[in-house]
Each structure stands twice: as structure tokens, then as C-alpha cells.
């Protein structure tokens, strides 16, 4: 995703929706005799129970009944139920606490919340009205009535020192006799990551899915029904009881309403959902052991949410990402059940084929992923089956779209979809970018390898661009295009966990967007400022979710700028050797920072030791 910069604060604002989620565990690794035990390893999670208050008061304690609310007088940050402490206007204490455990695994820990004050105290220096934020015995912070604001304001701390702890997260507000102060509370997270060691097995797993969609669209393309299944195999070694799939769209409305539906589960038993209703797990009938091959079924329902976005709809036009439920991938870390981020990319998936009947009216063109054919449906009515291979996600868009199409140099197909509004030159232009773009990485990286690409262009996109395989969400922006494009081969064709490490498609595509664009980022790691020792390159989306005004900054600006020095270090000729090379050993796989530092390492005889410290890359 290429976010607009002064959209960033934005994004922010409903980051942390998603991470209202239900504790997740964390399983231990075996002992190794003689030895002493070994430290549990950590499964990145968000370990704050209804911390956006939407599924009522459990399980948080009040000191009274209704601080939980939804009543007039206060908004919500997010959705519509919040903490509403004190605001009375005379002597009075409030308290608002839950109980979490912190993974003893896990390296890093943070505490976040949004944090709304009004108060009818005209004093602009005593401290009346108090609010104290505690973990365990530790206050973190207090809040008077001198810190009132307009809206909510996130706050954000470092609890890494309770891990392995059982601690109470508790809010106490206190009035004094008169004049009432409100401290309104809401999207309490705390989450979790980094480890210390992995369980034994890091094959990664559910392998080789293939999924089977068939879906119709109501007459305006917003709503979807019909039914999805998902075909696998488990690599591992360790047997495979169960798997989960990813309802990421779930994020974008509330457990009482989801988006995305699920029913009638053939080939496991549904469980519970979890993450902010983005995860549902499937128990498997028997363990499924090394090259078993298994099938899931359901019936799926999909409403596209108004707003343009990755997933909604703007006017007549629907655009439809991360909508198919996808299944979740199990590694050295156990599952990967992260929250949604709208900061960002959550998205880890394994390289799977698609092949997706989409019913719709004759009114509506349906640009998507992977090759399509359109036959023709019952009456006033196509079908558009799109037929991909190799690919990490399926999207699609609807509407009466405008469409250009063209061919690369190279002989890419390229289509350009632009909703009302975009001018018919903006569209050419486009295309023209897109037919530049894809032969310049696919020079650069290895040749594109999905078909056909399709670029959705509208100006109300507020994120700037978004990347599917062979589709791509954009604005009129040569730049994003570029970017967005070159997303194809970093996290599309090369893998890696979005989550954990944003930087691995981040930065390598935005470095990859300057080369295409004949930019050298030269001195651009003189202008390198650091927010603190806690920042760096390397950090999850755990952490950029709770330093959002640094994301684009540290990500994209700093991680591409790293990579131009690493070029200057090894050559110009040798790094494109390393790139070209590590994209072709890496093809439909998975990359780590690790192993990206290795390759690096072994492109030069210069020890690379401090460069990785002083770039702040680490892993």
C-alpha cells in the first residue's frame, strides 16, 4: 500500500479497532533435557479482551454499572460503545480494570488507548479532576482535567517489563466536589511481539491451497452470495487438527454485523471467532499428518461497506479486497492470527490458486484478479470467471467502470478500469505508467508472471494505492502506480509476513519504485532522524499501529533509503545481481529479514555487521 501522506494521521484513527479481540495463547516449546526449559516462544497477539467495548462489558470490571456505554453526551472513538468515567460533578471515583496475561515469550509489549477529556473546570492550572492509568502496581500515567481536547488523542506505552505477568490494566478517575470532568475511553489493545525461541518445526503450513469460488452479486454489486471451498495439504511434520481462515474485511464493521459471513461448514467444525471476529477457527475431523490433503467448504456471504477503500464501495463503483476468506498460515511461530491494520498490511498467505465465478449484471464490469472470461448467465446477467495461479489473495472490483486496455512492451496485457470522473487523458497516462512499470521490474526482478494486470483508478481512494495480485487500487499518480505495480513481485511473486515485517514489501518496493523512476536516493540517509532506541526498520505493524505518524516516514522513506546505501556499499551491478537473484530463490516463497541479510552478507566480502546497525535493521 502507498499511503498519501497527509492521510497518514487518518489511517491511524481506526487502527485499532481490529485489535478488540479475544486473548490468544501462546504454546510453550518443549524442554530439551538436560537442560532447563526452554522460554516459551511468542505468537504476536493482542491480548486485551473487548478493548473497543462493543461486545458489552465482559470481561472488564466496573466500579458501577454503565461506565460501558453507548448513551448520549459522548461519542465513540471507534463503533459505538466507549468507558465514560466520572463526568458527574461532584466527589467521585470510577475504576474500569481487566485482567490480561502477557506472553512470557514475547519481547515486546504495548499498551495503547484513545483517550477523550472534557471538563466544565475553568482553571488553566490546577488539577482538580484526575484520571491515573495503572498496569499491575505501576502507574503509567495521569490525566487531569488540564489535558482537555476536542476529540480523542492516542496513548501509547511500553509494558515489555511485564512479560510473563497475569496484571490488571486498570483506568481510575477521580472528581472533586463540583464541575464535572468526563474521561472517555476506548480501543484499549496491548500488543504483543517478538520472541525468543521457535517451536522445533517452521515448515510452513497449510500448504498448496487451492480455492473454488462461486458467488452472485445483487444488481449494484455490493452484496455476494454463494459458496467457497479451500483444498490444502500439511507440509509439517506436526499433524494438522485444525486450520483457521482470515475474515479480514470483518474489521470494517462489528461482530454483531459482520461484513464478511460464514455457514455450513463441510469438512470441520466450526469454532469460535476471534481477533475482532477476523479469525475463525475449523476443527479438522482427525489430525491431518505430513502430504495429507484436505477440504473445507462453506457458504460465504460478502456486503461491501460504503466508503472508498480497499473494501467499499464509492457511489456506483464496489471494490472488493481481502474479501475471500483465506486460510492462515502456521510457522516456527505457531499461527499467525494478527489483527487487521488499516495502518498497514496484516496479510500473510502462502502462494495458492484461485478460480472464482463471479455472477453479475450485464451492467457491471468485474476487473480481477488472475486471467478473465465473461460467458453469458441467466438473462441480463454474465459471468466473469477469473482463473488464478500462484497467488497470495483474490480481489475484484464492480461497477460501470471506463475501460482502456494495451500491452507492454514486454507483451504484459494491461487493462485500466477508471471510475466517473477520471478523465479520459488521467486514464491513458495510466496506462502508459502501468505498461512502463511492469516491464521495468519485471527487467529488473524476473518476468511478471499473473497474465493479464488490472489498475482500478479513483481519486477518492484516501490510502493513496493498494496491491492484489494482478490488480491494483490507485489514484491518478504516476509514483503510487509505479509502486503499487512493483508490489507484484515484493509480496506478490516474494512473500513475506506483512505484519511482522512491513519493511520486507515496503521498502523493497518503494526502492524499487525509484529505480524505475531513475531515482538514485542519493544522500537521502543524511536526513535520518530517529524517534528514539525503539525505533527501527525492522518493527512489526505492533509497533507502527502504535507510532503511526512514524510509519510512512521509518518504513518506506528510511527502509528505501537503506537499501540505496546498501547499493553504494556492494555496487550498483551487485546489488542488482543480489535483488535479481534473491527474487528468483524466493519465487512464489517467503522471505525473511534474516535470510535477506544473509544473502547480502554473501554478495560481498565487506562485513555488513555495521551497517546493519546503523541502518537499525535487525533479524
Given at each position: 500500500m502507498?499511503?498519501?501522506?497527509?492521510?497518514?494521521?487518518?489511517?491511524s484513527?481506526?487502527a485499532l479497532?481490529?485489535l478488540a479481540?479475544?486473548?490468544?495463547?501462546v504454546t510453550?516449546?518443549?524442554a530439551?533435557?538436560?537442560?532447563a526449559p526452554?522460554a516459551a516462544?511468542?505468537?504476536?497477539?493482542?491480548v486485551?479482551a473487548?478493548?473497543?467495548?462493543e461486545s458489552?462489558?465482559s470481561p472488564?470490571t466496573?466500579?458501577?454499572?454503565?461506565?460501558?456505554t453507548n448513551?448520549a453526551?459522548?461519542?465513540?472513538?471507534?463503533g459505538?460503545?466507549?468507558?465514560?468515567?466520572n463526568?458527574v460533578?461532584?466527589?467521585?471515583?470510577?475504576?474500569?480494570s481487566?485482567?490480561?496475561?502477557?506472553?512470557?515469550?514475547?519481547?515486546?509489549a504495548?499498551?495503547?488507548?484513545?483517550?477523550?477529556?472534557?471538563t466544565?473546570?475553568t482553571?488553566?492550572s490546577?488539577?482538580y479532576?484526575k484520571l491515573t492509568a495503572?498496569?499491575?502496581a505501576?502507574?503509567?500515567?495521569t490525566?487531569s482535567?488540564?489535558?482537555k481536547?476536542t476529540?480523542?488523542v492516542?496513548?501509547?506505552?511500553d509494558?515489555?517489563?511485564?512479560?510473563?505477568?497475569?496484571?490488571s490494566v486498570?483506568?481510575?478517575?477521580?472528581?472533586?466536589s463540583?464541575?464535572?470532568t468526563?474521561f472517555?475511553?476506548?480501543?484499549?489493545?496491548?500488543?504483543?511481539s517478538?520472541g525468543?525461541?521457535?517451536?522445533a518445526d517452521s515448515?510452513r503450513t497449510p500448504?498448496?491451497?487451492?480455492?473454488a469460488v462461486?458467488?452472485?452479486?445483487n444488481?449494484?454489486?455490493t452484496v455476494w452470495t454463494?459458496?467457497?471451498s479451500?483444498?490444502?495439504t500439511n507440509?509439517?511434520?506436526?499433524p494438522?487438527?485444525?486450520?483457521?481462515?482470515?475474515?479480514w474485511?470483518?474489521y470494517?464493521?462489528?461482530?454483531s454485523?459482520?461484513?464478511?459471513?460464514?455457514?455450513?461448514?463441510t469438512?470441520?467444525?466450526?469454532g469460535a471467532?476471534s481477533?475482532g471476529?477476523t479469525?475463525?477457527?475449523?476443527d479438522?475431523?482427525?489430525p491431518l499428518t505430513?502430504?495429507?490433503?484436505?477440504?473445507?467448504g462453506?457458504?460465504?456471504?460478502?456486503?461491501v461497506?460504503s466508503?472508498a477503500?480497499?473494501?467499499g464501495?464509492?457511489?456506483a463503483f464496489?471494490?472488493?479486497?481481502?474479501?475471500?476468506?483465506?486460510l492462515?498460515?502456521?510457522?516456527a511461530?505457531?499461527?499467525?492470527?494478527?489483527p487487521y491494520?488499516?495502518?498497514g498490511e496484516?496479510?500473510?498467505?502462502?502462494a495458492a490458486?484461485f478460480r472464482?465465478?463471479?455472477?453479475?449484471p450485464?451492467?457491471l464490469?468485474?476487473?480481477?484478479?488472475?486471467?478473465?472470461?465473461?460467458?453469458?448467465?441467466?438473462?441480463?446477467?454474465?459471468v466473469?470467471?477469473?482463473?488464478?495461479s500462484?497467488?497470495?489473495d483474490f480481489?475484484?472490483a464492480?461497477?460501470p467502470f471506463?475501460?482502456i486496455?494495451?500491452?507492454?512492451?514486454a507483451?504484459t496485457?494491461?487493462?485500466?478500469?477508471?471510475?466517473?470522473?477520471?478523465?479520459?487523458?488521467d486514464?491513458?497516462?495510466m496506462?502508459?505508467?502501468?505498461?512502463?512499470a511492469?516491464?521495468a521490474?519485471?527487467a529488473?526482478?524476473?518476468a511478471y508472471p499473473?497474465?493479464?494486470?488490472?489498475?482500478v483508478?479513483d481519486?477518492?481512494?484516501?490510502f493513496?494505492g493498494?496491491e492484489?495480485?494482478g490488480?491494483?487500487?490507485?489514484l491518478?499518480?504516476?509514483?503510487a502506480?509505479?509502486?503499487?505495480i512493483?508490489?507484484?513481485?515484493?509480496y506478490?511473486?516474494?512473500?513475506?509476513?506483512q505484519?511482522?515485517?512491513?519493511?520486507?514489501?515496503?521498502?523493497f518496493?518503494d526502492?524499487?519504485?525509484?529505480l524505475?523512476l531513475?531515482k538514485?536516493?542519493?544522500n537521502?540517509?543524511?536526513?535520518?532522524?530517529?524517534?528514539?532506541?525503539?525505533?527501527?526498520?525492522?518493527?512489526?505493524?505492533a509497533?507502527?499501529?502504535?507510532h503511526?505518524?512514524r510509519?510512512s516516514?521509518v518504513?518506506?522513506?528510511y527502509?528505501?533509503?537503506?537499501?540505496?546505501?546498501l547499493?553504494?556499499?556492494?555496487g550498483?551491478?551487485?546489488?542488482?545481481?543480489?535483488?535479481k537473484?534473491y527474487?528468483?530463490?524466493?519465487?512464489?516463497g517467503?522471505?525473511?529479514?534474516?535470510?535477506?541479510?544473509?544473502?547480502?552478507?554473501a554478495?560481498?566480502?565487506t562485513?555488513l555487521?555495521?551497517?546493519w546497525t546503523?541502518?537499525?535493521?535487525?533479524?
Amino acid at each position: 500500500m502507498r499511503p498519501t501522506p497527509h492521510k497518514a494521521l487518518a489511517a491511524s484513527a481506526f487502527a485499532l479497532a481490529a485489535l478488540a479481540a479475544a486473548a490468544l495463547s501462546v504454546t510453550p516449546a518443549a524442554a530439551a533435557p538436560p537442560k532447563a526449559p526452554l522460554a516459551a516462544a511468542c505468537t504476536p497477539a493482542q491480548v486485551v479482551a473487548n478493548g473497543d467495548f462493543e461486545s458489552g462489558t465482559s470481561p472488564w470490571t466496573q466500579s458501577q454499572t454503565g461506565l460501558v456505554t453507548n448513551r448520549a453526551g459522548q461519542a465513540a472513538h471507534g463503533g459505538t460503545t466507549f468507558a465514560w468515567l466520572n463526568g458527574v460533578g461532584r466527589t467521585h471515583t470510577d475504576t474500569l480494570s481487566q485482567s490480561v496475561t502477557i506472553p512470557s515469550g514475547c519481547s515486546t509489549a504495548t499498551l495503547t488507548f484513545w483517550l477523550h477529556i472534557d471538563t466544565a473546570e475553568t482553571t488553566t492550572s490546577t488539577k482538580y479532576d484526575k484520571l491515573t492509568a495503572k498496569i499491575g502496581a505501576t502507574t503509567l500515567a495521569t490525566y487531569s482535567n488540564l489535558d482537555k481536547n476536542t476529540g480523542y488523542v492516542q496513548k501509547s506505552f511500553d509494558v515489555s517489563a511485564f512479560a510473563g505477568q497475569t496484571v490488571s490494566v486498570a483506568f481510575t478517575g477521580t472528581e472533586d466536589s463540583s464541575l464535572q470532568t468526563s474521561f472517555v475511553v476506548d480501543d484499549v489493545a496491548l500488543a504483543t511481539s517478538g520472541g525468543t525461541v521457535p517451536p522445533a518445526d517452521s515448515t510452513r503450513t497449510p500448504a498448496a491451497p487451492s480455492y473454488a469460488v462461486s458467488l452472485s452479486s445483487n444488481t449494484s454489486g455490493t452484496v455476494w452470495t454463494g459458496h467457497e471451498s479451500a483444498t490444502f495439504t500439511n507440509a509439517s511434520a506436526t499433524p494438522l487438527s485444525e486450520v483457521y481462515l482470515r475474515l479480514w474485511d470483518n474489521y470494517h464493521g462489528t461482530c454483531s454485523a459482520m461484513p464478511i459471513t460464514v455457514g455450513n461448514v463441510t469438512g470441520g467444525t466450526a469454532g469460535a471467532l476471534s481477533v475482532g471476529c477476523t479469525a475463525l477457527k475449523i476443527d479438522l475431523p482427525a489430525p491431518l499428518t505430513q502430504g495429507q490433503t484436505a477440504t473445507i467448504g462453506f457458504d460465504l456471504g460478502i456486503t461491501v461497506p460504503s466508503g472508498a477503500d480497499r473494501f467499499g464501495y464509492d457511489g456506483a463503483f464496489s471494490f472488493i479486497g481481502n474479501a475471500l476468506p483465506v486460510l492462515a498460515v502456521r510457522d516456527a511461530a505457531g499461527w499467525h492470527l494478527d489483527p487487521y491494520t488499516n495502518n498497514g498490511e496484516s496479510f500473510y498467505s502462502l502462494a495458492a490458486d484461485f478460480r472464482v465465478a463471479l455472477d453479475h449484471p450485464n451492467t457491471l464490469l468485474v476487473p480481477a484478479t488472475g486471467g478473465s472470461v465473461d460467458t453469458p448467465g441467466s438473462s441480463g446477467r454474465t459471468v466473469t470467471t477469473a482463473t488464478a495461479s500462484k497467488v497470495r489473495d483474490f480481489a475484484w472490483a464492480a461497477g460501470p467502470f471506463s475501460k482502456i486496455s494495451g500491452s507492454s512492451a514486454a507483451g504484459t496485457p494491461v487493462n485500466v478500469y477508471s471510475v466517473s470522473g477520471i478523465s479520459s487523458a488521467d486514464a491513458q497516462s495510466m496506462l502508459t505508467t502501468a505498461k512502463s512499470a511492469v516491464d521495468a521490474h519485471a527487467a529488473r526482478f524476473g518476468a511478471y508472471p499473473y497474465g493479464e494486470l488490472d489498475a482500478v483508478i479513483d481519486n477518492n481512494f484516501w490510502f493513496g494505492g493498494m496491491e492484489y495480485p494482478g490488480f491494483v487500487l490507485d489514484l491518478v499518480s504516476t509514483t503510487a502506480l509505479t509502486h503499487e505495480i512493483g508490489h507484484q513481485w515484493w509480496y506478490g511473486i516474494v512473500g513475506d509476513d506483512q505484519y511482522t515485517s512491513p519493511w520486507l514489501d515496503e521498502a523493497f518496493t518503494d526502492y524499487s519504485t525509484d529505480l524505475a523512476l531513475n531515482k538514485t536516493g542519493a544522500n537521502c540517509w543524511n536526513s535520518v532522524s530517529w524517534a528514539g532506541s525503539a525505533e527501527k526498520i525492522t518493527n512489526s505493524m505492533a509497533y507502527w499501529d502504535a507510532h503511526s505518524s512514524r510509519y510512512s516516514t521509518v518504513i518506506y522513506g528510511y527502509g528505501k533509503c537503506a537499501l540505496h546505501d546498501l547499493r553504494r556499499v556492494l555496487g550498483d551491478s551487485v546489488m542488482a545481481k543480489l535483488l535479481k537473484d534473491y527474487a528468483t530463490s524466493h519465487w512464489y516463497g517467503v522471505s525473511t529479514t534474516a535470510e535477506f541479510k544473509a544473502a547480502a552478507q554473501a554478495a560481498t566480502t565487506t562485513d555488513l555487521t555495521s551497517f546493519w546497525t546503523q541502518h537499525r535493521i535487525d533479524g
